[in-house]
């Protein structure tokens, strides 16, 4: 709730007016509002995509940014911060491999101000803003720093030795030279040719986006022995990705490649982006009693839920964006208006096959938590024309598959069950030739 002296705080114009009667009623309801805000916890997720500074606060801190050149800086004034340990020490959060914070240093600006300096190693396009307190988080200042020049997501989810993916004969071309690059790197081109003609009777490169749940200040489900679901979901992650790219005529982009926070709106954007034709999501099932075990398969609802839990379950999984911290400005007008777009009935016949395919190759290396396809409306499945599903691996509160689920071995098997299932679907439905293909 906002401390009733706050919206005069906020107005400059009034601040004079009643500075003699604010100052005496602060001194009559003390404490807090006088004490200004305490930063209990500054956290920093470093990423190549982009860098993020979270300042967690027991109440709502104040700021003003500026950037300063020569070198750059950008400069962020906490209004009504106390000075404490957590200020003084908060050079220390960032690591010398940060890709854009050289430095992070903060003092004493002036009375009731505390300064905290970014010193950059590169020229970058700063989001500053305030979440409010979520789940066990309090008060978040939150600071994103973002590359300078928006990288090509091709380029930079790319990981073919710095090679950027759009050198692959890929997505809008009919090709029977796919995989060329991995071709030329054995050196014999005319091997292209019967590289090509490969198990899943298909002519073009099929690009798979993969989506590891959760990642940086989103944890997402918390196993007894301490396990982050964001850790399982991207080490699977990235193992099925190893794998796909392995395969001919098939590509993997992942959402996230490292601990970091996406919002979940872009990671729809991010699988459009690609032009993938299927989309999926990565997770690790967590309930109240940790009993509950196996994995599942959901698919996007036109309606209501399949059942009470796959409602609850998307719920939780939305919250995600509460609690990694999204800007609301910016948050998905794009999933606003596709979201009753027609073709979406098509793509969710297409999902629930795709999750059929996949239950049946998972049910191989785990026991099924139920034999079809769930159905509720988790928000990253909202591409209207990218079949897409969310894969629960395991559940990670049974502190029996939370072991399993930390298990390389188990890793394997899962990448390589989710590859199948991947394959198995792929072999009945494949996909259309792109439109574009008539003109090219
Ligand atoms: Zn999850």
Not at 202 to 207: G, I, P
Not at 267 to 289: E, G, T
Not at 392 to 405: V, W
Request: net charge neutral; aromatic share 6%; charged share 25%.
């Amino acid at each position: 709730m906002p401390h009733p002296l706050d919206r005069f705080r906020h107005d400059p114009s009034r601040r004079l007016m009643l500075r003699g009667a604010v100052a005496t009623l602060l001194f009559g309801v003390a404490g807090r509002a006088m004490a200004g805000s305490a930063v209990v916890a500054v956290r920093v997720w470093p990423a190549k995509a982009y860098t993020r500074i979270t300042l967690e606060s027991d109440a709502a801190l104040k700021f003003n940014q500026f950037m300063v050149p020569d070198p750059d800086r950008l400069v962020v004034d906490l209004e009504g911060a106390d000075w404490n340990n957590e200020l003084a020490n908060i050079a220390a959060r960032i690591g010398t491999d940060d890709p854009y914070v050289k430095q992070l240093r903060a003092g004493r600006f002036k009375p009731g101000v505390v300064r905290v300096v970014l010193d950059l190693k590169t020229e970058v396009k700063p989001q500053v803003f305030t979440l409010e307190p979520y789940g066990e988080y309090k008060h978040r200042l939150v600071i994103d720093l973002y590359p300078a020049k928006a990288e090509d997501p091709l380029l930079s989810f790319g990981d073919d030795g710095g090679k950027p993916d759009v050198a692959k004969p890929e997505a809008n071309a009919p090709t029977t030279v796919a995989k060329a690059d991995k071709a030329e790197k054995g050196d014999k081109a005319n091997k292209q040719n019967t590289i090509s003609r490969d198990k899943l009777n298909t002519t073009r490169m099929v690009t798979i986006m993969i989506d590891p749940g959760h990642g940086g200040e989103d944890p997402g489900a918390i196993g007894k022995g301490g396990t982050y679901e964001k850790t399982v979901t991207l080490a699977i992650g990235k193992k099925l990705k190893a794998l796909l790219d392995d395969q001919p005529n098939m590509r993997a982009v992942l959402t996230r490649d490292d601990d970091f926070f996406v919002p979940l709106g872009e990671r729809v954007v991010k699988a459009r982006k690609v032009n993938a034709d299927l989309f999926m999501s990565i997770h690790a099932d967590a309930f109240v009693r940790p009993d509950a075990r196996g994995s599942s398969v959901f698919a996007l609802s036109e309606g209501g839920a399949s059942s009470t839990a796959a409602k609850w379950l998307a719920q939780t999984q939305n919250d995600s964006d509460l609690i990694g911290g999204v800007r609301l400005s910016v948050k998905d007008p794009y999933l606003a208006h596709t979201l009753f777009d027609l073709t979406q009935t098509a793509t969710i016949n297409d999902s629930l096959k795709f999750g059929r395919a996949m239950l049946g190759s998972i049910g191989e290396v785990n026991r099924l938590h139920h034999g079809s396809v769930e159905q509720a409306a988790f928000a990253v499945l909202k591409a209207p024309d990218i079949p897409s599903i969310l894969v629960e691996t395991a559940f990670i509160s049974n502190p029996e598959e939370e072991k399993r689920l930390i298990d390389e071995d188990y890793q394997d098997k899962m990448a390589s069950a989710l590859l199948a299932g991947l394959q198995h679907y792929l072999a009945k439905n494949p996909p259309l030739a792109r439109n574009t293909l008539a003109e090219s």
